[in-house]
């Protein structure tokens, strides 16, 4: 039998006073359904059932000793989270942020690297420093051909004679290079950091491609000869069959630790000799004076003394290379 008041009356009357549907059911005498109870995870869902019949009310949970329930072996329980400071925090100007004392740093000594060693020698050199480069500029060339010597040619041609070729000026050049003879005997000991001084000098004058280093003991006459190398791949000494300078760092038997002075520089006068004496390509920077050595082979062997009195002159008067053009002969 269908009751007086039903639902649809609760609704009418919600409509037209504006009210909520379950203050217009209390206010029609009527009772609101309940709200429907979730289905658990994983569980069927309930069949349907009519809008009056009430779901099943849960049995109460079982009484345990715990003061906590058990959690759902299905459901992981929240895990807490922390609170996460702010990205941007906001301080006072007239505040100071940190007020301890000051952390004292270390020195910068022991915190930067070492700086790498750049092969640049510091220990004071036997050539004057500020005139080393033009003092070994100067020892290193030779005479090359310049430019046509235009009052020769007139006079050749007033005179007749056929050119056959041209004549030019001799002027100093390096780009035929440099062969440099480094001592190693007993009287260059002393003397073997500023070997590896000039040698450093003469690599950012010339460049190792110009440059040529062969190192012998006593004289490069004597046994094993010379070589750029060590002394079991030294072979007997042949001069250069160019015309490039050769620069000997030696001490021509002047120094002290020679057993037999007047033997080595012998040896010296025979090697001077094995170069041709018109272009003189053959020049000795010794580190003793000149005056140790005999006459005969200052004259056979051009040197200059190689301390801080050495001018630039002198070391284009020894070499054969000063300022003066000299005409070359065809």
């Known amino acids: 039998m269908r009751p007086e008041i039903g639902l649809g009356d609760a609704v009418r009357v919600s409509a037209i006073l504006g009210l909520d549907p379950a203050i217009a059911l209390r206010l029609l005498g009527l009772s609101a359904p309940e709200p429907a109870v979730p289905p658990p995870p994983f569980a069927p869902p309930p069949p349907d059932q009519p809008f009056s019949a009430r779901p099943p009310t849960p049995a109460p949970p079982a009484p345990s000793d715990r003061s906590h329930p058990a959690p759902s072996p299905l459901i992981e329980p929240p895990r807490p989270q922390r609170p996460q400071p702010p990205l941007i925090q906001a301080h006072s100007p007239g505040v100071p942020r940190f007020t301890g004392p000051p952390v004292p740093l270390p020195p910068v000594a022991e915190v930067m690297p070492a700086p790498a060693a750049t092969g640049v020698l510091t ?138 002075r007047g033997a080595v520089q012998d040896r010296w006068l025979r090697f001077a000799a094995l170069f041709r004496h018109g272009e003189r390509p053959l020049v000795a920077l010794v580190p003793v004076p000149a005056e140790r050595l005999p006459a005969g082979l200052r004259a056979g062997l051009p040197m200059v003394t190689w301390d801080r009195t050495t001018r630039v002159a002198d070391a284009a008067r020894a070499a054969g290379t000063g300022r003066r053009r000299r005409r070359r002969q065809p």
Do not use: K
């Open 123 to 260: 220990d004071p050199s036997l050539l004057p420093p500020a005139r080393q480069r033009a003092i070994l500029a100067a020892l290193c060339r030779t005479s090359g051909p310049g430019e046509i010597d235009v009052p020769e040619v007139v006079r050749r041609l007033a005179r007749a004679e056929p050119l056959t070729r041209l004549p030019t000026t001799l002027v100093p050049t390096m780009r035929r290079g440099v062969q440099v003879l480094v001592d190693l005997g007993p009287g260059m000991q002393p003397f073997l950091d500023d070997q590896r001084q000039v040698l450093h000098a003469l690599h950012r004058l010339i460049g190792r491609e110009g440059l040529e280093v062969l190192r012998f003991a006593g004289t490069p006459l004597d046994e094993p000869g010379a070589g750029p190398g060590p002394v079991w791949t030294w072979r007997p000494y042949r001069p250069p069959i160019d015309d490039r300078r050769v620069l000997v760092l030696s001490d021509l038997g002047g120094g002290p630790g020679h057993r037999d």
